[in-house]
């Protein structure tokens, strides 16, 4: 093999090398975001019927999902640093537990979708614009995280 030809090779071969071990990365995990105005152990049931739901929709935790939980252990005043907690992790969707976890979260962005529980006046409490078209919450918008 000629000098020529053999600094091609190597120089090719560690080239392609990190474009190989780049390519066999795992995708990135969905992160589903709880908050939750009760404790744990109170919402233990209601968070195992959440991974139920998402284990029969083909979402497994730890395969390709992250659930992040926070609880405010019955203290509504810690829900908005909850929330921002959830919020430094970039979910792409947080769950919220009652309304006013729903509105800690919707008063610190605009552009993460919220699902929330039933309420009886989503339009009044101003966590929905309508019933018909609840609107709000696109990732392209120019709002804020």
Not at 28 to 55: F, K, M
Not at 108 to 137: C, E, F, H, K, W
């Amino acid at each position: 093999m000629k000098r020529r030809e053999f600094i091609a090779l190597i120089g090719g071969a560690t080239t392609a090398y990190p474009l190989r071990v780049w390519s066999q990365q795992a995708p990135r995990r969905a992160v589903i975001g709880v908050l939750s105005p009760i404790s744990a152990a109170a919402a233990a049931r209601n968070i195992e019927a959440l991974r139920a739901g998402l284990r029969e929709l083909g979402y497994i935790e730890d395969r390709n999902i992250t659930l992040e939980l926070r609880f405010a252990e019955g203290a509504i005043e810690r829900l908005p640093d909850l929330a921002a907690e959830l919020l430094a992790l970039k979910p792409d969707v947080i769950v919220a537990g009652s309304p006013p976890a729903a509105l800690a979260v919707q008063k610190q962005t605009r552009v993460i979708p919220i699902v929330m529980n039933s309420t009886t006046d989503p339009v009044g409490l101003g966590l929905a614009s309508s019933m018909a078209r609840p609107g709000g919450r696109r990732r392209g918008s120019s709002a804020s995280r």
